[in-house]
């Protein structure tokens, strides 16, 4: 299931792939050209969240993928808030209980250029308590091509980390944490921006970590901790901004303990993500496993592709 | 200790104040022309955030009193975050426990404008946990200049909610909660910007607040929730930001417990927030007292123009 490069990926001439691969997230577009079970080429444009009407999510994919275009309708599959209300068309939600993907429910986008042959997979919804996901069922469904027994917790940090409960290829249920806008909102927003650094603390981090698996009743006044550390200078820009991220990622687990406390864990997202959650779980005596977010989107993309057939 | 207003404020003629008060927060200036024990004249102007170097500031309040001042010196005095590392001039601190003015720490602020004899309070810090804060003391002082036998906790909700307990005249500690700033960015810059509405809904606000006394330690989980409810149309927009206040506050209440389980609490802030925070403290059974911030500020520096003597 999982794909392979093509041997050197192709630039100019003309291209011949089967179908193409779109993962676009709120902040991201990454589109592959599949051909032959390889990846033929790959681009990268503008997120859902930075795009208005219809006619622009048509014109910033034709700018992207314009170039591996014929003159026959192209099949593509996009995951990901491309679907969601604020996206192009919204595609629906399956409901847990169930596996992450299904083709019946995928909506056909009614673009105006007749090449775009394009469907959208749906997300994920849970009732009680009420929640939602996008994209990260895809990143899952990765997972389980990969590891179809997978009987576990898979982890998906990001804007708003997933913690998603697996078994016997489904989702049984899921929990959000906004820990990563939050994490963004703070650093970048807030009065602790005054204090935070570019640089790396290990220390701090795994401080911050015991520190918000301890304190998460008192998240609120922590946080002010690291302004008033820093105005006394007991705390230094980096440590500031390691401390932060350890503090709320300590945080998100003592508010999720319940999904990951004895269980097989899987973490799925960007290396520098995966290794900060790793890190904090390995503190907590667990030991996760690390897959590439984008990677497994396409996997996903891909088995959806195989289940749906060669329309 | 308490000032009236004049009978008329006076807008026009020539106005004698003896001197001029200045509440010089993050986001507003409020200035009062004192004369007789009288508010003779109130105006308004840009907070200390919005504010560059010196000459920023001096021009900013130039703009504000200039009509009140005379050939001669004008006495002024100031508090709030005009003294802090981005105001005009550092203020320095009061190490806790202390009582919340002293006069010897002022310091003056060296403007052009030879009629500006301007001096700004200290504001007060705590080593262990490291806090500070500044404003809040001299509307502590306000308060303390109204009720001199106050044995309690005073709580000032805000963008940085301040907690502190007063013994004898003095500041014994305190403690500072991020929720303003924090419910802020989330209403207005995080994916729950989406499903915010103006209106308010008290039942939704206690809801929240019981909610987040609970989960205080799954705010990270519980806060998109409000999001998931949304999409699924069980939650309208003015419930979810009335949940979102009671939530927050909810959870600073436990994150403060300590601090006002069994004490005498005083609120002092806008009557939007004191009526929020007084409504969340009564539902755990803690009848707080409301008192006007504005007015307590003013109190406040009253009380150190008193004790400074006629300069």
Request: charged fraction near 20%; charge should be negative; include cysteine.
């Amino acid at each position: 299931m999982s794909l392979d490069r093509a041997g050197s990926l192709n630039g100019g001439g003309a291209l011949r792939p089967d179908w193409i691969a779109l993962d676009w997230g709120s902040s991201n577009l990454r589109a592959y050209a599949i051909g032959d079970g390889q990846i033929l080429a790959e681009a990268s444009g503008p997120g859902a969240a930075e795009l208005g009407d219809a006619a622009a999510f048509e014109a910033a994919l034709l700018a992207v993928v314009g170039p591996w275009l014929g003159d026959a309708p192209m099949p593509m599959l996009a995951c990901g808030m491309v679907g969601s209300r604020q996206g192009w068309v919204e595609a629906p939600y399956l409901s847990v209980p169930a596996a992450p993907l299904d083709n019946a429910a995928m909506v056909p986008v009614p673009a105006r250029d007749p090449r775009i042959a394009l469907q959208i997979l749906p997300g994920m919804r849970q009732d009680r308590p009420a929640d939602v996901m996008r994209g990260e069922e895809t990143q899952i469904a990765g997972l389980l091509a990969l590891r179809p027994d997978f009987d576990g917790v898979v982890c998906l940090p990001g804007t708003h980390s997933k913690w998603a409960r697996i078994s016997a290829g489904e989702v049984v249920g899921f929990q959000t944490a906004m820990t990563g806008e939050l994490f963004h909102l703070l650093s970048t927003a807030s009065v602790l921006r005054h204090g935070m650094g570019d640089g790396w603390d290990q220390t701090a981090f795994d401080d911050g970590v015991a520190e918000g698996r301890r304190d998460a009743d008192r998240l609120l006044t922590r946080l002010f901790t690291l302004r008033a550390e820093g105005l006394m200078d007991q705390l230094s820009a980096d440590a500031a901004s390691a401390r932060l991220s350890g503090l709320l990622i300590g945080a998100e687990l003592t508010a999720t303990r319940g999904w990951w406390l004895g269980q097989d864990v899987a973490l799925i997202g960007t290396d520098t993500l995966t290794q900060r959650y790793a890190a904090a779980l390995a503190q907590q005596g667990i030991e996760a496993q690390q897959y590439d977010g984008g990677n497994m989107a396409l996997a996903g993309l891909a088995r959806a592709r195989t289940q749906k057939g060669g329309t």
